[in-house]
């Protein structure tokens, strides 16, 4: 992930895409120069995306993450419904689509989320750099699933949270 960090770096000054406000404003650029697992993270699409494949491999060839790591991220930690459950750094949940987890961001500027079923070997990753984002992924979503995740009403019940 050679493009990934937790912290700020140089050559993202040019590369980094700019986050807007509601009314379609540039925002602050947050420069974290310490690691926050909170809220940090900064990658691309690609990248997240091959952390999810490598998550979902069956074959044995994982090359980011090893069984027994992938295990203990998707071992229940905390229940927080009838179908949530918190995982190390992943909500874990029943739908009807199948087991999933998945995992949001929301930093002024930018929204985030991916979701996988591992059932199917299927994932998606949405990186928006607006505040608007939240409602691109959730009707994205709504399309590709063929109905609602309910997932997506659980954010809706947060409400504008920020880190």
């Known amino acids: 992930m050679a493009s990934s960090s937790y912290v700020w770096l ?24 310490e690691a926050s697992v909170a809220g940090s993270l900064r990658t ?21 993450l090893n069984q027994t790591v992938v295990d203990a ?3 229940p930690q905390a229940r927080l419904g009838p179908r949530l459950e918190w995982g190390l750094g992943w909500s874990l949940q029943e739908t009807e689509h199948g087991r999933s987890f998945w995992h949001w961001g929301d930093s002024p500027g930018y929204k985030s989320f991916t979701v996988a079923f591992p059932e199917r070997r299927a994932s998606v990753v949405f990186l928006t ?6 409602n691109v992924y ?6 590709g699933l063929g109905g609602r995740l309910s997932v997506a009403d659980m954010l809706d019940s947060l409400g504008d949270y920020r880190l």
């Open 44 to 64: 691309t699409p690609l990248e997240f995306a091959r952390v999810l494949s490598d998550m979902l491999s069956s074959d044995g060839k994982r090359v980011l």
């Open 73 to 75: 991220m998707l071992t």
């Open 138 to 143: 959730q009707w994205l979503l709504r399309i």
């Open 10 to 33: 140089p050559e993202y000054q040019e590369a980094a895409a700019v986050g807007h406000d509601a009314a379609g404003l540039p925002v602050e650029t947050r420069k974290s120069q």
């Open 129 to 134: 750099n607006g505040d608007g984002g939240r």
